[in-house]
Each structure stands twice: as C-alpha cells, then as structure tokens.
C-alpha cells in the first residue's frame, strides 16, 4: 500500500544553513547574530561542529584564517582556545608573515562547546533533517524541502554539506555508502542541484586510523610539547590555553613502505576503486610512498583526540588499504608494534560544485539567494571551511537587510585569498590555504589580523561593542608602545650592551627602534633595560615586527598600491567577450564564463595572459572616450 506523504510548513525563517560543521557554524552564527530569522539543517546533531579528521585547529595559514575569522567576530577562534589540548608556533625559525598558532583540540569538547554556543544564540534554531530540494520561484530561493516534505520558506539558503553530500567511504575492496565516520549521509540533494545549474564533480579525502593509546610505546617516539609563552587564537581570550597533554613524533621506514609497495593492487587509490581528486597536499600514506620513492621515511604524529578518551590519531598514515594491511603497516612503525587499532582509516568520496559557477559573495551566479560554503566548494580543512561560512552567512544576512554586499581583497586578508583563488581560477583538487598562495603575506600576518579586519566586521555588524572596545584598546596600547620605541638610552649604557651583538661604539644615544632594526630580539632589550613589561605578548609582537620589518613594509604596501591600480578598473557587466578584438579564443571563453569585476581579477583568471589584460585596457580606454 502506497503512503501519501503530505507537505507541511516545518518552520518559517529568513535563511537557513544546511550542514552544520565548521562551515554551517559560522554561517549561522553570522545571520543569527545580525538578527537575521535563521534555521539551522544538520543531518545529526552529533555531528555539530565535528573533526572528522584530524582534531586541530590551525597550523601554516590555517592558523591566520583562524585569527582573521575571530577578528571579523566569528567563533572559532574562541572556541578552539576552550577545548585545545595544547597550542604551539609553528615555523618560529622563520619569517614573522608565515609563522601560525596551531592547537591540538579535544573533539568532543569542541563539538559540546560549539553546539551550546548555536542552542544559546537567539535568533537560531537547529533541526535535524535532510535537505533534498532547494526550492525557487523566478530564478530566486524561495525555501527548502526535507526528506519527509518537509518545508521552510525562506529567502536565502547557504550551502554547507561538508563531505557528505552522496558520501561513500572506501576502505580495500569495501564501498560503503556513509558520510565520515560512520554518520548518515546526505543522498537527494545532489540531483536537485544539478537540475539547478551547478556543474558537480567528485572529490576524495581521507583519514588514518585511531590507536588506543595504552598500547603505543611513547619511548620510541620523539616528544612534542606545546608552547608556554605564546598567546590565543582569539583576541577575545584572555590568556594562551593550558598545555595539558603532548604530542609525539615517528617515522615510518623501509619496512613500511615495501608492505605498502608489495599490496598496491589492493589499494583502492591505484587499483581503479577510487576514481576521484584527492588532497594533493594532504595525501595518503601510499601516495607518500608512491610519489616520493627517493624518501626512506616520513612523519607519523601521534596525537590525542580528546581528554575523556584514550583514541589517538596518526597523523600521516592516512589511508584506504584493506584492514589486515593496515595492521600490518601500522605496526612496522616505531612505537606502533604492538598499538591496537580502535578506528580503521579510509577513504572517502562525496560531491562537490565548481566554484567558478558563483560570485565572489559565495552567491550563486544562476540563481538569487543561494550561497554555497566549505568543501562544497572543493576545499579541505576546517579553517577554510569557516572562514567561507563567515563571508556566505554575512553576505546573505547583508542581501537580506537590503545592504551592500561584503568581500575582502586579496591584500586585506588570506579569506580574500581564499575566495577570490576560487571564484576566480577554481579549483581542480581539493583546495588548501597556504601561505605561498598569498602575494602579500608580509601585510597578512596573523599578529595583525584585528588591525585589518575588527573595524570591517563592526561595519557590517557582526563584531560586538566588547569585542570591538577590546580592538581599541589593543590598538592604543599598540601605538603607544611604537611611541616608547623612540625612547633614547644614553650611549654609556647602549655601547656595552650592543658590543654583545658585534656593534661598534654608537656616535650618540640609541633608540629601542633602533636596535630593533638591528635584529636584537626585544626580549633581551626588555631585560636589559626592564623596559616595557607591562604589555602583553601579542601588542609585543606586533609593535616589534612593525618595527624591525619596517622597509619591507613598505615595499609590501606599494605593491598593494600598484595592484589596486588593476582592482580600480572596473569590468562592466555587460561586456560581450566575444566581440572584442585580439582576445585569444580560450581568454573570450573564460572570461565569459567568469565574468570578472575588474582587470585584477580578469588577469588572475587561468587562461587569461598578459596581452590580453592589455586589450582589455585599450577596450576600456576606447569605451570611456565614448
């Protein structure tokens, strides 16, 4: 007997989120928090806020997106500094502009804390229910349809589906139809997309196992602890979190990899299983292996998942192989002979869209008012994940308040790096930030993330009067720091203490800013001189690399000044491509189908060279003499 099921207003809202990882959790966040109506879809509320993968927060460039999230008012930040484990600097050894804040985090803690923090907001409801049609009426969202005809009107929708959207696990010859770690996952909306406009593609992932830590032999690993004198992610926060557990550090070895060489014809990635994109740089242990056959070992970090469990995670042995190979493999690693494997690594596959099909808003280019953010999108990780969240939630929130839309350059922030690297030149893998991809890194320091971007999060109303009046007056403790920087000691007491460093005798009395610029660490100044010990760590930081990187500063600003030049030339939108004159073929192409907002942006896009940003220069020359 068939079962007619009925259509029934479910709930009434102005937009809602579907998913509710790091991407859906800042995108609620963000409407719910400038009074927008907001519901929020997850397919299990288990499953807010979760770390799949690896349990941590940050690292190189992921930590700056992070701090540039907290600045704009977002929560992940604040959330990563209540439940971390531990929190280290990385690439300390190096240039300021790539060093990043990373933290081990606790997975459950941070999925409690996340979840109270969406249950507690007003403006927000969470309902557990699968999205399977985006409904619209004349090319805009007009709402949403669950599984069980279920229906929410609403004006905008944001989608966040994560690596779950038609999500298959794969571990040996065993396909699975699952999202990761043994969720549900999301298997009608897939469809309904394509019917609407989206071109999807397939993209793959992956995971290690988890040990039961009592059985891993820690004397043969190297220990990694965290980092005391530092400070949090947030700038909401008041102090560095504890460190309350280490981290360990193996290699794999020969051994290893001949077990991994010798059952390639059971690994899914090379015998035709697995027939999707992969993380280029995030590979499997049999990529590792495979790719790089003139390395005898690689990083196995053994970290903790969380304090209520005795789960760690092996970061770099990521892998699909069948189970008896990953026992076999697991256990050739040092510290890892007699460890037992509580959670088998895998594989996993799941839809995707291509960025280039939407706006630098994250809106969607076919139809009004829906916004896609996170791995939809093909990108990995969650900072990158949240940070989209954050733009998509602001910019429909924006729409819906009938106010100007809200996005970042690529000189004001690595999100703008991000963004623009997606909805300009797409991406064929999965996308992950790193500091490289920014040309002007120097200017987006993770130390400085407030000063470029609090304001901005004020005028579009997501940063609070505390979080802005704390941006204020780390800001005016920040100048008035510079300004003690001038202060002179007398050449008496400033010619011993430079001798130290091989300088010669000084003609006159020396400022800190000079000896700054002289490469002495401020930390011995404060000593020697018990000088500026009652700022905290983070204004130190700032006001130091202000100072002692003062001229590539400025060469760091011209050139953001140059390249705003391209930024200010605006593209109208009207532009037929392919009736201008001396454009190559595959240039007309792209930019027809990107539609760039301004030369900048057409010259970043792949396909389009030099030349033909110049005959777009002398087109828009000739038009505005018209």
């Known amino acids: 007997m068939n079962t007619i099921r009925k259509t029934f207003i479910e709930y009434t809202a102005d937009a809602v989120v579907v998913g509710a990882g790091h991407a859906g959790c800042e995108a609620a966040l963000a409407l719910a928090r400038t ?12 499953s807010i806020g979760f770390m799949p993968c690896n349990p941590s927060i940050g690292g190189t460039a992921k930590g700056h997106l992070v701090r540039e999230i907290d600045a704009l008012g977002g929560e992940m930040g604040i959330n990563a500094d209540k439940t971390a484990l531990q929190i280290r600097m990385l690439n300390v050894g190096k240039g300021a502009a790539v060093q ?18 969406l249950e507690t907001t007003p403006n927000l409801r969470i309902v557990q229910a699968e999205a399977s049609e985006i409904l619209v009426e004349n090319g805009k969202c007009v709402g949403v349809r669950t599984e069980y005809d279920g229906v929410i009107p609403c004006k905008c929708v944001i989608l966040c589906t994560g690596t779950y959207l038609n999500s298959e696990t794969i571990t040996g010859n065993v396909v699975k139809k699952s999202g990761p770690n043994g969720f549900s996952n999301a298997t009608n909306l897939t469809k309904n997309l394509i019917e609407l406009g989206f071109n999807v593609r397939r993209f793959k992932t992956g995971t290690p196992a988890r040990l039961d830590g009592r059985t891993v ?24 979190p504890e460190n309350k557990t280490p981290c360990y550090l193996t290699y794999t070895n020969l051994k290893t990899h001949e077990i991994i060489l010798e059952n390639l014809d059971r690994s899914p990635l090379y015998n035709g299983v697995i027939q999707s994109t992969g993380p280029r740089y995030c590979p499997s242990i049999e990529t590792k292996v495979v790719r790089f056959k003139d390395k005898d070992r690689h990083q196995i970090f053994i ?28 256990s050739s690693v040092a510290g890892l002979e007699n460890a037992d494997i509580v959670r088998y690594g895998y594989a996993i596959e799941y839809d995707c869209i291509d960025t280039l099909d939407i706006l630098p808003t994250l809106e969607f280019k ?3 008012g829906i916004y896609t953010a996170g791995q939809i999108n093909g990108t990995s990780g969650y900072e990158e994940a949240a940070a989209q969240g954050l733009m998509a939630g602001l910019n429909a929130s924006l729409k819906l308040r009938g106010l100007p839309p809200f996005t970042l350059r690529r000189d004001e922030a690595y999100i703008g790096v991000l963004i ?3 909805v300009t030149k797409g991406t064929d893998e999965p996308y992950r930030m790193m500091t490289s991809r920014a040309e002007h890194r120097i200017c987006l320091r993770q130390d400085n993330a407030d000063f470029r971007l609090t304001e901005k999060g004020k005028e579009v109303g997501l940063v609070t009067e505390e979080r802005y009046q704390k941006y204020l007056q780390r800001k005016a403790e920040y100048e008035r720091l510079l300004a003690e920087f001038q202060t002179r000691v007398p050449k008496k007491d400033a010619t011993p203490f430079l001798a130290k460093y091989g300088y010669g005798e000084p003609s006159g009395s020396v400022s800190y800013s000079d000896m700054l610029k002289r490469t ?3 930390k011995d100044i404060m000593a020697e001189f018990n000088v500026f010990g009652d700022y905290k760590k983070d204004v130190l930081e700032t006001a130091e690399i202000t100072v002692r990187y003062e001229g590539y500063l400025k060469q760091g600003n011209e050139l953001i000044e140059r390249a705003k ?3 200010n030339k605006l593209l109208p939108e009207n532009i037929d491509y392919e009736k201008i004159g001396g454009l190559r073929l595959e240039a007309r192409e792209k930019l027809n189908r990107i539609r760039p907002f301004n030369l900048g942006q057409a010259s970043r896009i792949s396909g389009v060279n030099p030349a033909d940003v110049s005959v777009l220069m002398v087109y828009l020359a000739t038009t505005n003499e018209k």
Do not use: W
């Open 420 to 422: 623009d690297d997606l």
């Open 303 to 330: 970290e903790p998942e969380g304090a209520d469990t005795l789960e760690v995670y092996a970061q770099g042995l990521s892998t699909s192989m069948p189970h008896d190979v990953q026992r076999t493999m697991y």
């Open 217 to 240: 032999d820690y004397s043969k690993c190297e220990i990694q602890n965290g980092d005391d004198d530092i400070y949090p992610f947030s700038f909401m926060s008041d102090k560095a």
């Open 100 to 117: 990043s804040l990373r933290a081990q985090s606790d997975k459950n803690a941070y999925h409690r804390e996340m979840k109270k923090v």
């Open 35 to 46: 009074g927008i109506n907001t519901v929020l879809m997850t397919l299990n509320l288990d």
């Open 366 to 368: 076919k139809i009004e």
């Open 520 to 522: 002495i660490p401020l």
């Open 565 to 567: 030049k391209l930024e």
